[in-house]
């Protein structure tokens, strides 16, 4: 099976930078995905590494560290429209996909 | 416009009443998949896809079926539904060729309440 923990919430200021962890446990890996989510609407796609090292698009990068099992969703120059929660996923191959907990991103003024 | 379609998008029913939920996607897509969202738990899957005639159990199947005929549609239903079934419901899809990052398109969500 498969688990992936990421904090409930975050906390940051407009204009900062803010980092969303996602560790993982899983018996089959091929990668780790990132989507958002704000309240009332459904999840959209916002990253996918399949190698180790980071990705990087527009103020958004994700990292992972397949050694660690461990990754991270990067968002910069942090604006209010990026209030919303984050999901990390891994995809099991193209079967199951398992979403972690998710993290309730709040930026505050 | 590419899109996941889900119908209804609010239901309130009873416990023991039969419903179906459905989602069509106009894409293309093999895989298709239905999650559940609750509080604190994040987005569990029900059901999944990988081509017409071809499904399987997710994590949370119990009290659930689903239907593959056609490559567009694919419905959730619930032969008898109960309380604990009121959630948040997801329909989902990509493509299943290789690479790729495996990008899952979401429906708009159909919220349920059984009561």
């Known amino acids: 099976g498969q688990s992936l923990e990421q904090p409930s919430e975050v906390t940051a200021v407009e204009g900062a930078i803010v980092q969303i962890n996602c560790t993982y446990q899983t018996s089959g890996f091929y990668g780790l995905s990132w989507y958002q989510q704000h309240d009332g609407g459904a999840p959209t796609f916002l990253s996918y590494n399949a190698l180790d090292g980071l990705e990087e698009t527009g103020r958004f990068s994700s990292f992972l560290s397949r050694s660690d099992s461990y990754g991270y969703l990067l968002l910069q120059e942090l604006q209010m429209k990026d209030s919303a929660s984050y999901f990390c996923a891994a995809p099991g191959g193209y079967q199951k996909v398992t979403f972690g907990t998710g993290t309730k991103l709040q930026v505050i003024p | 416009e590419a899109q996941v379609t889900q119908n209804p998008r609010y239901l309130i029913t009873v416990t023991g009443k039969k419903l179906t939920v459905t989602c069509s996607q106009n894409m293309n897509h093999e895989y298709m998949s239905w999650y559940r969202q609750d509080p604190g738990l994040g987005l569990r899957q029900i059901y999944y896809?990988?081509?017409?005639?071809?499904?399987d159990k997710g994590d949370v199947p119990e009290g659930y079926k689903v239907s593959r005929k056609e490559k567009r549609n694919f419905p959730l239903i619930l032969e008898s539904p109960s309380p604990n079934q009121t959630s948040l419901y997801f329909c989902?899809?990509?493509?299943?060729?290789?690479?790729?990052?495996?990008?899952?398109?979401f429906g708009e969500g159909s919220r349920l309440t059984v009561l």
């Open positions: 989902a899809s990509r493509p299943t060729s290789g690479g790729g990052t495996g990008e899952l398109f």
């Open positions: 896809s990988m081509n017409v005639e071809v499904t």
